[in-house]
């Protein structure tokens, strides 16, 4: 992947270039995002070193800047002037710059002063997670980091509970479990999705009601990174395939009786009823 003599790419056009990179799998970059990073004249990241690993890894090597939105007003000023005369990537330490990561004030200020933004697509946690779910994904609503003290993010969640979508959260493995405890008592119903790691070797997505989750967890301490899904509230389920769904998600994480109690208590289905469907679906 090296550059030649031969071969030295052509300059991109002056501005400012958003470009989304792997969440782990670095098979991941598309053949824009790399054409790009080898013809700009600098790169502006997070983490000059977690970025360095990136360029290395495609052959390339380009001066990179360390930039986040609350660096000096003054140092975002001189970047976007240099824009004039001078393409600039900007990247995150993984995934879509801007999606909770730095990248809207240059944004802005560049807008502003007329240099022109370009936005290269790519991995995106918060939506590989939406599309491995298996959630309803025709309305969600992306909702960055849940607040790392229990009384905010219970504020969160009550504040989204009647949101007819299904809702996306960023979340770290150690809080994982409050968080869920949190999501139990304020959504007891809901079903909800846990992906880590996408994309990397040790991947994994478990759906399940919060009890079931929390039992997994607890017996499984979650390592890596972690997006959380929600699916909508329950009104929704109107139909036999959504009871199977939520039993099929429940079975996932616990015993049979205690899936048909989970699911029972957030459908106000009768037990017996939910126990002889769990059954017929355990035999398949
Ligand atoms: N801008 C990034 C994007 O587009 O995905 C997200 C940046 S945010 C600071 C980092 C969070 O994204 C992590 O704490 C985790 O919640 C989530 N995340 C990143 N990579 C992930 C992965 N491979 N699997 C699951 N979640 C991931």
Known sequence: MSE????VPEPLEPGLYIVATPIGNLGDITMRAADVL?????????????TGKLMKHLGIS????RYDDHSEHRDRGRLVESMRSRAVALVSDAGTPLVSDPGYRLVNDCR?????VTVLPGPCAAIAGLSVSGLPNDRFLFAGFLPSKDKARRDVLAELADIDSTLI???????LTKSLAAIRDILPDREIAVGRELTKMHEELRRGLADGLIAWF????PKGEIVLLIGPPLEQLASEADADALLLAALETSKASQAV??????????RKLLYARAMELKRG
């Open 4 to 7: 030649t003599a031969s071969s």
């Open 38 to 50: 080898r013809r700009c004249d600098g790169v502006a990241c997070e983490d000059t070193r977690v």
């Open 62 to 65: 380009k001066p990179l800047w």
């Open 112 to 116: 502003a002063e007329g240099i022109a």
């Open 169 to 175: 959260f960023y979340e770290t493995s150690p809080r």
């Open 218 to 221: 607890d017996a499984h301490p």
């Open 261 to 270: 109690a989970q699911v029972a208590k957030a459908t106000g289905l009768d």
